[in-house]
């Protein structure tokens, strides 16, 4: 079978969460399958992370935007190269595109209420975009792939898609994400010492920052240790205002902010640090949650969506509105070693539940069911 495989953004520098999800799985996919033949469309990009091979042939197509790219040009290149089904791998489509369709819809965000002081160009035009797209090719997809029970619960609630339709492949971790040491002192790129609380915060209003740095005051105000906060990729005056807003000044020199961390460096980022912050509103699935656990670092976690769901039962669990459960968390971490052992192991039992080749296997069978 001739299956096409839209990975519009994996070359780009600095990659995404969907992007990482589609490049592990054309990894695997591309190691482990030898009768199907693929086809991988990529935007051109510097990091050309992927190679053609055997049965698996990388084509860039070059177009200004993501709309134009994914409505035009992908599927004037999937009719060129004969393709018998393509699967989409970021939430959307082409809307006119007669080859048998997959969709890998992460979550549904889009649909759901936004907060207002989101102001970010770029989320907006994705969120219009989805709103667009979304509706127009659900009745034209074979099947729609979501990555947890959570997500594709409120997919068939929501959107009131046959169950049939539907498939749960769970995400993976790259294997590099284990217990390790540093001896290049790697983490030291980004911050001077270890036994750091690491939190990857941003301006999406989901990601709970502002409570998150609330609850990091009151655990200044109360730890005798006082551990620093690492936050990737965090716009500084965004952190000024939430700083402002809530009166908590004595943060500003505690936290420690450098930017985006490349990825090949996060399994050193986890393994110095003392505790994982992963206190989201709602995840569809959290590969950082898996990361963490992997390398043994004690994940605090949010009560919500899928998380409890890829923690497990006996995870770090929070409300993630509560800045004091947050705080109180962070303070037995740190008072308690019995509990913090005892969740380090529980975490790197977890994430051996999970792997990218596992992923790949339940997508080729899907593939395979389609013919």
Known sequence: MKIGIEAQRIFRKNKHGMDYVVLQEIKELQQMDSENEYFVFVKPGEDRCVESSGNLHVIELKCPSYPLWEQWALPRAAKKYNVELLHCTSNTAPIWCNIPLVLTLHDIIFLEPRDKQN????????????????????????????????????????????????????????????????????????IPEPGYFFFLGNTDPKKNTERTLIAYSQYLQKSEKKRKLLMADLDKD??????????????????????????????????????????????????????????????????????????????????????????????????????????????????????????????????????
């Not at 099947?143 to 049939?164: C, D, G």
């Not at 039962?313 to 509105?321: F, H, S, T, V, Y």
Request: aromatic share 12%; glycine share 4%; proline share 5%.
């Open 119 to 190: 102001h970010s160009l770029y989320q907006n035009l994705g969120w219009f975009y989805r709103r667009w797209d979304v509706p127009r090719i659900l009745h034209k997809c074979c099947r729609i792939i979501t990555v947890s029970n959570f997500e594709m619960e409120n997919i068939i609630s929501k959107l009131h898609i046959s169950r049939e339709r539907m498939a749960m492949i769970y995400n993976g971790y790259n294997d590099w994400f284990r217990p390790t040491d540093d001896k290049d002192c790697i983490y030291k790129k980004y």
């Open 238 to 371: 965004y952190l000024n205002g939430i700083i402002e807003r809530n009166n908590i000044e004595n943060i500003r020199e505690n936290i420690v902010m450098p930017g985006y961390i490349v990825n090949k460096d996060l399994p050193y980022i986890y393994n110095y640090a003392f505790g994982f912050l992963y206190t989201s509103l709602r995840e569809s699935f959290g590969i950082p949650l898996l990361e963490a656990m992997a390398c043994g670092v004690p994940v605090i976690t949010s009560n919500t969506s899928s998380m409890p769901e890829i923690g497990g039962p006996d995870a770090i669990l929070i409300n993630p509105e509560s800045s004091s459960e947050i705080c109180d968390m962070m303070l037995r971490l740190e008072t308690d070693p019995a509990f913090y052992q005892q969740k380090r192991e529980i975490g790197l039992e977890r994430a051996k539940l999970f792997s990218w080749r596992k992923t790949a296997e339940n997508l080729l069978s899907l593939y395979q069911s389609i013919k």
